[in-house]
């Protein structure tokens, strides 16, 4: 057996229960990536004291193995299993937070998702993205600004949405007309835009995998809070990747992906008035929806880290 | 918009980077499984505080998600790379010590690696476990005892080891003898035990998948320190998983997946003495060890939650 005092305890290179994280970091070579080094010491640092206070079972432990295994193995090349794993828990939204911190007043993020698709068609203000003629219809309209209430022209508004049986167009290839409930519109000179569909619906993201299988076992539903999702972006402005979300979905405060913000729940008013109606070109009854969005001017994210 | 008064502020269900675990966790059913729910919670709680510490930008959180999924997707039925990146990460040695908290003087336990295989070949004392006639001859010996020192026969002492390439039998089917270097001893009425083999060596844990990258990119080494595994037995006595380590390897305080116990470090004394060596049936010089197992009375782990 080695000496005792070969080594100053603090200082022992061997694991230790009460000193492990620091054991495993103090490993990491002073010449790797700063960054690098920090992510992982700190990770590690979270690692062993959830571990610590969990204090598992070697069974509980496997468990935790085979679910991080089956995660990775459920992805393929259009299934993301831990984007959605890093959704349920909350990630997902909490590092959109942290990198879009805006002044009060402007509009503000929320995820991304999975289904947004680059080069949309373009429409002009008032065109009709609903193209399978599904849904009851709604007329969207609203003003693009920035945090002075100074009107933006020319700014871009990617939109997407689900068709009323809850599904995304790349769902539903071959079933759906292609880009079915998705378009790009400019805003004017005055910053308006415009712009008819169908009222979106709720659905449940996918739950057939691991990530499925964990939120039945801790009680949770897979489903999303229906919603609008929209990309606006104008040079000069901060790009807003946010929803807009129906006022009466069930689902509004339980969103599978903690997706909504109080900011983020429109208003929908029900028009009843076929005269109403035939001015904007949809069939009555139809959903008016008002919404506006306020940039903020373009700057670094302020995160406390570069 | 809703109106701001519908939900007091500090129950809001709706996601708050602040609160952003709380949300998440208040989420989970009551009638969820009480242990799942707080195992979860402890989780969820520590992975938000990792995410609001570190402050991923968004192609950090997209290499994380990369990492996990790449990680899973390596694992095969004969390979396990998310229990790879949880011995080198400290976790799986933490683990161990959790659940295997044991009086003071009874031999610590130390991580059974995955190159055990149940079954191996039952030996008289004495018999030679090296089938290839490769290395430095080997004599272990010792005694299994209790912690008042009374000894224990009829123990069972099951060993395994590299041979001098530093490979397992199971890593070089067809090029090692079956059963190479892996044997099953029974400790005598005064518990002693006594066998032969050859030094083990150092060797790399499989570096050719995520966890490999991640050791590389962090400055680290895959190698473990040379030892020899046991596993030893007796009824009503806490079975113990351990190693016993070589002095002379330069990867004992930098063993990769933390294996090193200071107690677990051998002496190994080279005997240069052809008479002794003939004695105990191996060509001198050969390196003599003596190892004593001192076992704990069998009882549940002390684990703070049952």
């Given at each position: 057996?080695?000496?005792?005092?070969s080594?100053?305890?603090?200082?022992?290179?061997y694991?230790?229960?009460?000193r492990?994280?620091?054991?495993v970091?103090?490993?990491?070579?002073?010449?790797?990536d700063?960054?690098?080094r920090?992510v992982m010491?700190?990770?590690?640092?979270?690692l062993h004291?959830a571990?610590?206070e969990?204090?598992?079972?070697?069974?509980?432990w496997?468990?935790?193995i085979?679910f991080?295994t089956?995660?990775?193995?459920?992805c393929?090349?259009?299934?993301?299993?831990?984007i959605l794993l890093?959704d349920v828990?909350?990630?997902?939204?909490l590092v959109?937070?942290i990198?879009?911190?805006?002044?009060?007043?402007a509009?503000?993020?929320?995820i991304l998702?999975?289904?947004y698709?680059?080069?949309a068609?373009?429409?002009?203000n008032g065109?009709?993205?609903?193209l399978?003629?599904?849904?009851e219809p709604?007329v969207?309209e609203?003003?693009v600004?920035?945090?002075?209430?100074?009107p933006i022209?020319?700014?871009?508004?990617?939109?997407?949405?689900t068709n009323?049986d809850?599904?995304y167009?790349?769902?539903?290839?071959?079933?759906?007309?292609?880009s079915?409930l998705?378009?790009v519109?400019?805003?004017d000179t005055?910053?308006r835009?415009?712009?008819?569909?169908?009222k979106?619906r709720?659905?449940p993201?996918?739950?057939?995998g691991?990530?499925?299988?964990?939120?039945?076992?801790?009680?949770?539903h897979p489903?999303?809070?229906?919603?609008?999702h929209?990309?606006?972006?104008?040079?000069g402005?901060d790009?807003v990747?946010?929803?807009?979300?129906?006022?009466?979905?069930?689902?509004l405060?339980e969103?599978?992906v903690?997706?909504?913000?109080?900011e983020?729940i429109a208003?929908f008013?029900?028009?009843d008035?076929p005269?109403?109606?035939e001015?904007?070109g949809v069939?009555?009854p139809f959903?008016?929806?008002s919404?506006?969005?306020t940039?903020?001017?373009?700057?670094?994210?302020?995160?406390?880290?570069p």
């Amino acid at each position: 057996m080695q000496s005792a005092t070969s080594a100053v305890p603090s200082a022992s290179p061997y694991f230790d229960e009460a000193r492990s994280a620091e054991v495993v970091n103090a490993r990491m070579s002073e010449d790797a990536d700063a960054r690098l080094r920090q992510v992982m010491s700190v990770l590690v640092k979270h690692l062993h004291a959830a571990v610590k206070e969990i204090e598992p079972t070697h069974e509980e432990w496997f468990t935790a193995i085979r679910f991080l295994t089956d995660t990775g193995q459920m992805c393929t090349d259009w299934r993301q299993e831990y984007i959605l794993l890093s959704d349920v828990l909350g990630v997902s939204m909490l590092v959109d937070a942290i990198n879009h911190r805006r002044p009060s007043g402007a509009t503000p993020n929320t995820i991304l998702g999975p289904f947004y698709v680059a080069n949309a068609p373009e429409y002009r203000n008032g065109a009709n993205i609903c193209l399978d003629g599904k849904g009851e219809p709604m007329v969207v309209e609203g003003r693009v600004a920035d945090i002075n209430g100074n009107p933006i022209p020319d700014a871009k508004l990617e939109v997407w949405q689900t068709n009323d049986d809850g599904f995304y167009d790349v769902q539903q290839k071959g079933i759906q007309p292609d880009s079915n409930l998705r378009g790009v519109f400019t805003s004017d000179t005055e910053g308006r835009y415009w712009f008819k569909s169908v009222k979106p619906r709720h659905y449940p993201i996918p739950s057939d995998g691991p990530v499925g299988k964990l939120l039945a076992a801790i009680g949770r539903h897979p489903n999303r809070a229906a919603h609008l999702h929209f990309i606006v972006t104008a040079p000069g402005f901060d790009p807003v990747i946010t929803h807009i979300f129906t006022p009466d979905c069930p689902y509004l405060p339980e969103d599978a992906v903690f997706g909504v913000k109080r900011e983020l729940i429109a208003e929908f008013n029900k028009i009843d008035d076929p005269e109403a109606g035939e001015r904007v070109g949809v069939l009555s009854p139809f959903w008016s929806v008002s919404w506006d969005f306020t940039l903020a001017t373009s700057s670094k994210p302020t995160r406390a880290i570069p």
